[in-house]
């Protein structure tokens, strides 16, 4: 499986990225999800999404500025970014977790065994 992730760029406070994430086989069990890595920090979990039902699920520090979600013909997956802050500066990429079965969700990356490059997202006052 490959992910290819892209749309980061440079962005004023207030302003919108979407970033889009293509895969290269899917299945109806599988989650993509988004994380993110800012400079000197721990890499985070932004969102994710669940193939089979479009179910979702976000970090609260994104709700209601971010939307997961998928276009099933084209086998990708869209970040919408809104309302970005100075604190969503970071490197986001784009996983798979390829479960067999319906899962929960889960924020873990171990989980998410396929990843993608990142893309940088700056986001300036």
């Known amino acids: 499986v490959q992910l290819q992730a892209s749309g980061g760029g440079l962005v004023q406070a207030g302003g919108s990225l979407r970033l889009s994430c293509a895969v290269s086989?899917?299945?109806?069990?599988?989650?993509i999800g988004w994380f993110r890595q800012a400079p000197g920090k721990e890499r985070e979990f932004v969102a994710a999404?669940?193939?089979?039902?479009?179910?979702?699920r976000y970090v609260d520090s994104v709700k209601d500025r971010f939307t997961i979600s998928r276009d099933n013909a084209k086998d990708t997956v869209y970040l919408q970014m809104n309302n970005l802050k100075l604190q969503d500066t970071a490197v986001y990429y784009c996983?798979?977790?390829?479960?067999?079965?319906?899962?929960?969700?889960?924020?873990?990356?171990?989980?998410?065994?396929?990843w993608g490059q990142g893309t940088q997202v700056t986001v300036s006052s």
């Open positions: 999404i669940k193939w089979r039902d479009n179910t979702r």
């Open positions: 086989e899917t299945r109806s069990n599988y989650h």
């Open positions: 996983a798979l977790a390829p479960f067999l079965r319906p899962e929960p969700f889960t924020t873990h990356e171990t989980l998410y065994n396929y």
